[in-house]
């Protein structure tokens, strides 16, 4: 793929890396390439960062049809840059560009993209401990006219931010709240897709947790409202005497990458992991007896976030005390141990820049 430069005039500022916090600041370029049906995917470029242009008419303005990934590069204390496993990420958006009817993204270009604008911004990739550059790859319908039909014409794009913790406490437990009320995704919709209007669908929910002290919303199934399914940016892992249960992956769950990498180091350990329905009464009944002895969401702005208490209509429970568990705090050392390069990645999941 031939990727035209277009030179920034003058080079932005770089952030404290001690205040980063996540999402704040955008790095000096992005990439874009355009679609049409006639065409197929054409003009790659990487350019200034700047507003984008699009007509009050657009489609993705009106429909939602948008798709949108995360991914991370890491320092190591040898200054090589690594990717974790970006080719999950490839496959994903594809997987969610198929839902809605958008095209598909050969995994060559998304991984040159990918590739062509961390090695670009490197000098952005921070160094603290913690901290790394977020690549958050985008595709959106550009189609002008009104009238819900699919699109005939898009943009992928990629922009960059250097981040720390995605939660202010790190890797302290937080607060849960589990909404039974409302719903995030159902069975045959695209709770597996990850798009905009799942995440938008949740923000109601999100504030009234965070107006009673939670930090985040735990989802459950949409038909019964009872099986344990999410949170809004986390896949969910519950240790139950010794036992670990996470949702399975019946298209209402996004399939993370970290949670895949969870599951696989947690088997090669010896843990029995079920990826099946779990109950919400059966895991505020396992908290009451003492039975639920850790945990902790999956993701890959947070890593590893350990939860201390869940809250379920009127009941409450806390979990390990309000302590990252032992189990919790030796996952998020093998994870970012090897996304950092600080011990062997024997799973060939790291590409090095």
């Known amino acids: 793929m031939e990727i035209t430069f277009e030179k920034r005039e003058q080079l932005k500022a770089k952030p404290d890396q001690h205040e980063l916090g996540f999402g704040r600041y955008m790095t000096d370029y992005m990439f874009l390439i355009d679609w049409e049906h006639e065409r197929g995917w054409h003009d790659a470029r990487i350019v200034p960062y700047a507003p984008l242009s699009i007509d ?42 198929e839902r809605l009817c958008m095209p598909d993204i050969p995994e060559e270009l998304f991984l040159e993209a990918v590739k062509a604008m961390v090695r670009l911004e490197q000098d952005w990739v921070p160094s603290e401990p913690g901290t790394s550059l977020y690549i958050r790859p985008f595709t959106y319908a550009t189609e002008v006219g009104l009238g819900v039909h699919k699109a005939d014409s898009f943009q992928f794009a990629i922009i960059c931010s250097p981040v720390g913790a995605y939660y202010p406490q790190g890797m302290s437990p937080i607060k849960i709240m589990v909404e039974d009320e409302l719903v995030r995704a ?38 019964e409202r009872k099986y344990i399914q999410e949170v ?16 399975p992956l019946d298209g209402s769950v996004l399939p993370g990458v970290t949670r895949d990498s969870v599951i696989h180091i947690l088997k090669e350990w010896g843990y029995p992991v079920h990826e099946a329905n779990l109950a919400i009464q059966d ?15 999956t993701g890959t702005a947070a ?15 806390t979990i390990n005390e309000f302590q990252t568990g032992s189990l919790t705090q ?5 994870l970012t141990g090897i996304q950092w390069g600080r011990i062997e990645d024997k799973y060939g999941w790291t590409l090095a820049l």
Request: with cysteine; proline share 2%; glycine share 12%.
């Open 56 to 97: 009050p008419a657009c489609n993705v303005l009106h429909y939602a049809l948008e798709t949108f990934e995360g991914l991370k590069a890491y320092r190591g204390a040898d200054g090589t840059i690594r990717l974790f496993r970006p080719e999950r990420n490839a496959r994903r958006m594809n997987r969610s560009n």
């Open 186 to 223: 159902v069975r045959g919709g695209t709770g597996f897709a990850k798009c905009g209007g799942n995440y938008a669908a949740s923000v109601f929910s999100q504030v009234k947790a965070e107006e009673q002290g939670y930090t985040q919303v735990l989802w459950l199934d949409g038909v």
């Open 232 to 247: 809004g940016s986390m896949n969910m892992f519950f240790k139950i005497q010794g036992e670990l249960y996470t949702a």
């Open 283 to 297: 895991v505020m009944r396992m908290g009451h007896l003492g039975y639920l002895e850790e945990s902790f969401g």
């Open 303 to 317: 890593v590893i976030s350990p939860v201390g208490e869940l809250a379920y209509q009127k009941d409450i429970i």
């Open 330 to 334: 030796k996952l998020y050392d093998a």
